[in-house]
């Protein structure tokens, strides 16, 4: 499926991986922090940036969570415009209290969304997300491998960016400023 852009416009330039027209990453039915279900539908004309993690991750999560608000602020104004979806790999240990509780100390407006353990494979295979439990030296102390990187969703629910760690909040923003002044 191709995007079509008009005669006299180029495709944007965006500084993460244009994804216009994947066919993963389509959506999912999930229990948020505050148990509403939550749908990708939900946040229709808001950008929406999906990043999977967990609540002890020690560096990768709280930095891309921490760019994200960062990257809201440099939005000004059409910060309110954006919404951020923390999805859970450690159904185990992430309550919905701990998640709630994490997520404040990020952005009030941010939502973490909470797979079952059951559901969470299905989940991570339609957004080709990687994760493993690593064992630590006691049983609840250990650790998850994942995939470290943020899906940006247009205000119509397309899937259109991946931006991967470490590529910072100004880099995010100017993307997110692209998708804003984009025409339906």
């Known amino acids: 499926m191709a995007a079509?852009?008009?005669?006299?416009?180029s495709k944007p330039a965006f500084s993460g991986i244009d994804l216009t027209g994947a066919d993963y990453a389509n959506g999912f039915t999930l229990p948020d922090h505050n148990g509403q279900t939550r749908q990708l539908t939900d946040f229709a004309g808001k950008l929406v940036v999906v990043f999977f993690g967990y609540t002890q991750c020690p560096d990768v999560c709280p930095t891309s969570l921490t760019e994200l608000a960062?990257?809201?602020k440099l939005l000004g104004p059409d910060g309110d415009k954006l919404q951020g979806l923390f999805v859970s790999v450690d159904p185990e240990r992430d309550t919905p209290e701990i998640m709630k509780a994490y997520m404040a100390s990020f952005d009030a407006?941010?939502?973490a969304l909470l797979p079952t353990p059951q559901a969470l494979?299905?989940?991570a295979k339609s957004y080709k997300v990687y994760y493993k439990k690593v064992e630590g030296s006691t049983p609840t102390s250990y650790t998850m491998d994942h995939s470290a990187g943020s899906y940006v969703y247009d205000t119509r629910g397309r899937l259109r960016v991946y931006h991967r760690y470490g590529s910072g909040a100004a880099a995010l923003a100017a993307?997110?400023?692209i998708l804003l002044a984009e025409k339906s």
């Open 109 to 111: 407006g941010f939502l």
């Open 70 to 72: 960062q990257a809201k």
């Open 4 to 9: 079509f852009y008009g005669c006299s416009e």
């Open 175 to 177: 993307d997110l400023k």
């Open 121 to 123: 494979p299905e989940l």
